[in-house]
């Protein structure tokens, strides 16, 4: 309102003073002075309705409509026509000109289709620019694919549009492209969805590879948490069935880094599952090939015996834990353990670090542990029946030994003494877990390890 006010209060100032000199002194201004004058006072004027003008239409029509601001684009343009107009008829009109606005028209007619032509492309762009400007189709962070380039939008010129891709390089499109070529826009925060392709053997039941891989990609870092990943069957090939993987991303310059990380999980996964990577096969073997021999297993015996709690177990016993052992690779940020599932194993870690974390209130998680070789987890819902207290992340590369219910029933059989160390591990974790989940613990730990105790023995029916 200002920006009308200020100049409207001018002007009537400016009014009244060449009105009173009209009255007192009408001999003041000669004829000249007084025709400039009145310009002046028209030209303060015009200012007052071009400002007028432009606040109706984009600070309440405009905004009532469309519901945002108006582009600042469309203001300077129509100010610019309108001051146009006004120059014209006051420079006709008041300062007298017979003829002479008709010429000054016709003039600027005439080098306006010269600067017209001679601007030609940069006028479409300036176009161009200003039909983005209203319509909006995308906004600054916005992803956009144009001529096969993703990159996100980092500035909407009159001329231009820039975008920055992956990269970290810059592309420039001047805005008549923008506007005329198809434009595929992945907005910020929006769920855009993506599509990967990933190979997998046909001896393979689709449904274990399905159920494995959504797993894994739903863990991942920046695959939206809204929307459930979908794994499918996507066709079948010459060697291998084509698995489409479905995910949803908020920010899509984030694909590539997804899709490296998926199709890294996938590596381990296979790997775990002992599932070979489908390749073409060409050629035809026909001559018999020895199986090569097995490879030499790492020294698992050894971190057996730095694992505190099996101390009490004799040789055999370790020996037997270490056999029946499943030996599992997982990749740096995978997660083995979700909390809520139900679990009836407990790893041992052989290699590499993991986080125990639970989720905080305010939507993060929280790290209540960080397990190094020779640790165990898993154990809680193991031996209780209970689901998983807390989610198991691997912080780097982790190889770990799976020791599953059976194994260990036969040696609670024999070891009271492990169930005792084992329920006072677990009191003491959680313990922990209620600390962190600011739930207040009923018991003292020598209850709670006595209360986990007898669970044990019940669900292992121990005496
Ligand atoms: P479980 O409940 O089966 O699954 C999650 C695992 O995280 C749990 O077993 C423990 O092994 C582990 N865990 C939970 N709390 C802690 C803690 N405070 N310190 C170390 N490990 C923990």
């Given at each position: 309102m200002?920006?009308?006010t200020?100049?409207l209060t001018i002007s009537?100032v400016?009014?009244l003073a060449y009105?009173?000199v009209?009255l007192?002194l009408?001999?003041?201004?000669?004829?000249?002075?007084?025709k400039?004058?009145r310009a002046?006072?028209?030209?303060?004027f015009s200012?007052?309705?071009?400002r007028?003008?432009?606040?109706v239409?984009?600070d309440?029509v405009?905004q009532?409509?469309?519901g945002r601001?108006a582009p600042a684009?469309?203001r300077v343009?129509?100010?610019?026509?309108?001051?146009s107009?006004?120059?014209?008829?006051i420079?006709k009109?008041?300062l007298?000109?017979?003829g002479?606005?008709l010429?000054?028209?016709a003039t600027?007619t005439?080098?306006?289709?010269?600067?017209?032509?001679a601007?030609?492309?940069?006028?479409?762009?300036?176009?161009a620019?200003?039909?983005?400007?209203?319509?909006q189709p995308?906004?600054?962070?916005?992803?956009?694919?144009?001529?096969?380039?993703?990159?996100r939008v980092?500035a909407v010129s009159?001329?231009?549009?820039t975008?920055r891709?992956?990269?970290?390089t810059t592309?420039?499109?001047?805005n008549?492209r923008?506007a005329?070529?198809?434009l595929?826009?992945f907005?910020?925060?929006n769920?855009?969805r993506?599509i990967l392709?990933v190979?997998?053997?046909?001896?393979i039941?689709?449904?274990?590879?399905?159920?494995?891989?959504?797993d894994?990609?739903?863990?991942?870092?920046n695959?939206a948490?809204e929307?459930?990943p979908?794994?499918?069957?996507g066709?079948f090939?010459?060697?291998?069935?084509?698995y489409e993987?479905?995910?949803?991303t908020k920010?899509?310059?984030?694909?590539?880094?997804?899709?490296?990380?998926?199709r890294?999980?996938v590596?381990?996964?296979?790997r775990?599952?002992?599932i070979?990577i489908?390749?073409?096969?060409?050629?035809?073997?026909?001559?018999q090939?020895e199986?090569?021999a097995r490879?030499e297993?790492p020294?698992?015996?050894?971190?057996?015996?730095s694992?505190?709690?099996?101390?009490?177990l004799s040789?055999d016993e370790k020996?037997?834990v270490?056999?029946?052992a499943?030996?599992s690779v997982f990749a740096?940020?995978?997660l083995i353990l979700?909390r809520g599932?139900?679990?009836d194993?407990m790893?041992?870690?052989y290699?590499?670090n993991?986080e125990v974390?639970l989720?905080?209130?305010?939507?993060?998680v929280q790290?209540?542990a960080?397990?190094?070789?020779?640790s165990?987890?898993?154990?809680?819902?193991?031996?209780?029946?209970?689901?998983?207290?807390?989610?198991?992340?691997?912080l780097?590369?982790?190889?770990t030994?799976?020791?599953r219910?059976?194994?260990?029933q036969e040696?609670?059989?024999?070891?009271?003494?492990l169930a005792g160390a084992?329920s006072?591990?677990?009191?003491?974790?959680?313990?922990?877990?209620?600390?962190?989940s600011?739930?207040?613990?009923?018991q003292?730990?020598?209850?709670?390890?006595k209360n986990?105790l007898?669970r044990?023995k019940r669900?292992?029916?121990l005496?």
């Open positions: 200002k920006r009308i200020l100049p009537v400016l009014l009105g009173a009209r007192f009408p001999n003041l201004l000669g004829e000249a002075a007084d400039y004058v002046v006072l028209l030209l303060g200012v007052v309705v071009v007028a003008v432009s606040f239409l984009f309440i405009f009532k409509r469309k601001e684009l469309l343009l129509l100010s610019t026509v309108l001051y107009i006004f120059i014209v008829v420079y009109v008041v007298g000109d017979k002479g606005g010429e000054l028209i600027s005439v080098v306006s289709v010269v600067i017209g032509l601007l030609q492309d940069t006028l479409g762009n300036f176009f620019g200003l039909a983005i400007h209203i319509e995308f906004h600054i962070l916005d992803s956009i694919k144009i001529d096969n380039m993703i990159g980092e009159w001329r231009t549009t975008i891709t992956n990269n970290n592309v420039i499109f001047p008549s923008v005329r070529d198809p595929e826009v907005r910020f925060n769920l855009n993506h392709l190979p997998a053997p046909y001896d039941p689709p449904q274990k590879v399905i159920s494995s891989i959504r894994a990609v739903a863990s991942i870092q695959v948490s929307k459930t979908i794994v499918r069957i066709s090939a010459d060697s291998s069935i084509i993987i479905l995910y949803w920010d899509y310059m984030w694909v590539p880094d997804i899709d490296a990380q998926i890294q999980h590596w381990y996964i296979y775990r599952s002992e070979d489908p390749f073409p096969v060409r050629h035809v073997l026909l001559e090939q199986r090569p490879r297993l020294d698992y015996g050894s971190v057996i015996e694992v505190e709690i099996f101390a009490p040789a020996h037997a270490v056999r029946s499943v030996r740096p940020g995978e979700r599932e139900a679990g194993s790893f041992v870690l290699r590499g993991v974390r989720p905080s209130r305010d939507g993060n790290q209540v960080e397990l190094k070789p020779g165990f987890f898993g154990e809680m819902a193991l031996l209780t029946g209970e689901p998983r207290n807390a989610d198991v992340v691997t780097s590369e982790v190889e030994l799976e020791i219910k059976a194994v260990l040696i609670l059989d024999n070891n009271e003494e084992l006072r591990i677990i009191a003491e974790r959680q313990m922990r877990l209620d600390e962190y600011k739930t207040m613990p009923e003292d730990r020598q209850e709670k390890a986990i007898r044990i669900f292992f029916s005496n």
